[in-house]
């Protein structure tokens, strides 16, 4: 006994979705059912539009409504994010991230005002496969020569390697490191230290020393 | 800072999903923008082919594939689902369960070779229009009629309230025992007991006194 | 850094008590050094009374207080514990259970007025150092002689082997079915299905096979 | 049913120890009764020995060991723990603790070479009768004149108040800085920032902005 295929063609499909499994995958198919013609096709056309509508900034590949744009929102640039193309943003300090949702979480804290760039991803080694999925050449390019990208007036004189604390965000960081050096720009990293809602008894060694030595 | 349009509507579209939070919602969004067109396409219509070609069976309400009956799968009936129109069932056993997956969940263990009935969900109090939302109404006509809705040579001589062992479950079946009495047939309820893998020690008391009960 | 030693080895002993690990061990080190002189003692005395006070039932092996026995409660037996010196208790049922609270679990439902033996465990191999820590020999022992050990008029019919629904649980079940079957007993074994509170999607199938088996 | 009275006052003496509830307490019970006499004993010397041999710092409240003091491990004073006692820390630092066990914790970095002083808690309300509980007053009086409570030559520039970074830990922090303030030193708190093996996304806004202002 299984599901009729038009059935578990859709669960496969949403199987593939990130943290879903089947059984979860089999609620949303039985949910989609119940919903009216109208909900449907105003999903329908979401999907539609976001493919239609959005597209990856030319300089810091974050995702964008080229809609929103036209209309005349942001900057003057036909390719570039609203970030990229406000003129109140700091273009000497250029934070690398791993993924978009991490560039909602830095604006979030509005103590950062400089430009962004998607790496799209981390790498467990340092193997030329899985560096290739990076956006590390598109990364230099920006660097060195802004402009070409979109970026009027840019000069940067600090690159903040903002990945995750993982191992893969660590060895990441390490390899951008290495690969940055000769560009001679400050190059920096994300404080360690305790988290907001932490005690003492449950950190890691490496995290407390990081919280004695950035005392203040 | 927050997502630009096309995107935020999108995650507030997944976000409806049961189980689907924000957070997960855009996620998703993230990754339909990774899929290639072909991809997207695919899903798009497998949303379309799954409102097309999926409709509820007129006897038990369990979703089924018209396309498939069409091919000549299962019975002849064309609104019966092919395990309504399987003339090999047991047409004196009639399963009465919450939600399409739990008819799943039974087949799985092929012990079971009666009908179906899907109730729709279950209720937490008895108010009207909570019991309303029950299929309640069509179960006794089913029960009392199988022919007019498709089922020919039909005697249900046990009614199986299949519900879950949760306190909305427990409500509803004590409901439909009541509303169910004045047919005069078997009705029973799944054996309570100790679940595979599970320990005394942690066990309820009204659990532990089925086990002792149902001990064979 | 460390602990002193008088900490430390302290903590190591709390260590070996089932589910401590060493950092709860020190939180009971300090909790210990925190209470007063009189509630250390009276943590003391009550280890140094259970030593001395509780010893094991010569029928069942469930732990009893000699103290309590000796001021008339329960039977007359000087080894036995107030169950199996109870006269009302029936005496044709024994249920063997892994450990001790099994039998307070078993008591709370009301549900079982017969006997007991506590079988010390259960094994996950069937070989023979692993036997040889349950009380198989004792159980056989008290089975076909009763009297021998105190217990009066009893004649079991039933044994209920009512050992956790674990894979060492099931395992431990059937290494006694095949000891006890010469003694032509009638074996029973807790009945399986769906426990209070339980979903049936989320039931395994073996479990939801015993449910459908056992409705009533 | 329930347990005889002798396991049954064990289990509630247990029940008090810290994390444990009824069930474990009762497991502790059967464990001890599972233990030869001679390792009971042990279990008993050892929490004689603690009650005798250790006594808290009368600097730090730390506890130690006497026994081993007098063996000549350490400083010379008869009432200082082997870190207060120690000439080769540094006597111008001074780190306030809650517990005991954030003592172990720092210690383990081996980033830090001060003093230490075991606060005693922490408060949720800044309620007299809460205060109460903390060791205020002795740690104005350790800071104002530390040789009067056994250390020679100590004159203290920098008091880190290393509480955990929850609401309570906050809460008191905030109340010992104002408290410590007309001592005119430098008052100083452990590093906020992503720990080790965090994401980015599942930080909060705050921890996220010291992480950013704390870059390097």
Known sequence: MSYPPSIQKLIDLFSKFPTVGPRTAARFVFYLMGLSKEEVDELLKGIIVLKKNVKLC???????????????????EENLCPICSNPTRDKTLLCVIEKESDLISIEKTKKYNGLYFVLGGTVSTLKKEEIKKLRVEQLIERIKNPAKFG????????????????????????????????????ITRLGRGLPVGSELEYADEETLKSALEGRK
Chains 1, 2, 3, 4 share one sequence.
């Open 58 to 76: 030319s300089f810091c590949f974050n995702p964008f409504d080229i809609a929103r744009r036209s209309l005349g929102e942001g900057g003057t």
């Open 151 to 186: 970026i009027k007036n840019a000069k940067f004189q600090e690159i903040i390697l903002a990945t995750n604390q993982t191992t893969e965000g660590e060895a990441t960081t390490l390899y951008l490191e290495r690969i940055l050096k000769p560009l001679n720009l400050k």
